[in-house]
């Protein structure tokens, strides 16, 4: 049980490039999130998916897009790559969504780190 | 959008020491949440609080939901070098975790 993993660990782009940040649970979890965390700062939502075929913007979608491939995989990709994009991004997942319960609890993968130049 | 403040920015204690940091809102949160980060690696959650006033442990922490909805602190007992890390205080109002709020984090040194 590996939990949520990621791939890749690092990546260096230049500006312009396109690249797919992937990320799988073998926890049979519902809900799958896109996360980033920018030097000295909290998460920050940029997509998530409620359920297998869903998909939704978080608080910073712009310049990404994702799919949620099947239950388990959910990958996130930048078409056109940004400096202001260089950031660490984190995969998460949870059970359900009620909001009241243990199922809510969220599981993070070990991140990708991005530099874009 | 909704706001969290968390303080300390950072912390620099002795080893035994007891540890006290706190987040603060302006919009009121059903849930209240905190994570541990060690370098390198992701979030993990510590605590979560479901109700306003409820106070729970996890051995040496202590969490509490404030009654006004808009706050919580998280206590550190006796603390040891393996606390090291960033914690952060994280809030949500819809019914989905993933949409939480996340404070911009403490970090904590542990001298021994």
């Known amino acids: 049980n590996a939990g949520v993993t990621q791939t890749p660990k690092f990546q260096v782009l230049k500006t312009g490039q396109s690249m797919t940040l992937q990320c799988a649970q073998d926890m049979n979890h519902n809900s799958m999130y896109w996360y980033r965390q920018d030097p000295g700062m909290g998460l920050r939502l940029i997509y998530y998916?409620?359920?297998?075929?869903?998909?939704d913007k978080g608080e910073v979608p712009n310049g990404y897009n994702v799919s949620r491939l099947n239950k388990r995989e959910f990958s996130l990709r930048l078409e056109s790559a940004a400096p202001s994009q260089t950031s660490v991004y984190f995969c998460?997942?949870?059970?359900?969504?009620?909001?009241?319960?243990?199922?809510?609890?969220?599981?993070f993968g070990p991140g990708t780190r991005l530099t874009v130049l | 959008g909704q706001q969290l403040n968390q303080s300390p920015q950072s912390m620099f204690i002795q080893e035994g020491e007891d540890v006290s940091m706190n987040c603060t809102s302006s919009s009121i949160f059903n849930t209240w949440l905190w994570y541990k980060q060690d370098p390198g690696e992701g979030p993990v959650l510590l605590i979560a609080l479901y109700k306003a006033g409820e106070l729970t442990s996890n051995g040496r922490l202590t969490a509490q939901f404030g009654i006004t909805r808009k706050d919580s602190f998280l206590n550190i007992s006796a603390s040891i070098p393996s606390d090291v890390g960033i914690y952060f205080c994280?809030?949500?109002?819809?019914?989905?975790?993933?949409?939480?709020?996340f404070g911009d984090g403490t970090t904590l040194t542990v001298k021994p």
């Open positions: 994280a809030g949500h109002r819809t019914l989905n975790a993933g949409k939480s709020t």
């Open positions: 998460a997942s949870t059970l359900g969504t009620s909001g009241t319960s243990s199922t809510d609890t969220q599981y």
């Open positions: 998916s409620a359920s297998e075929g869903t998909t």
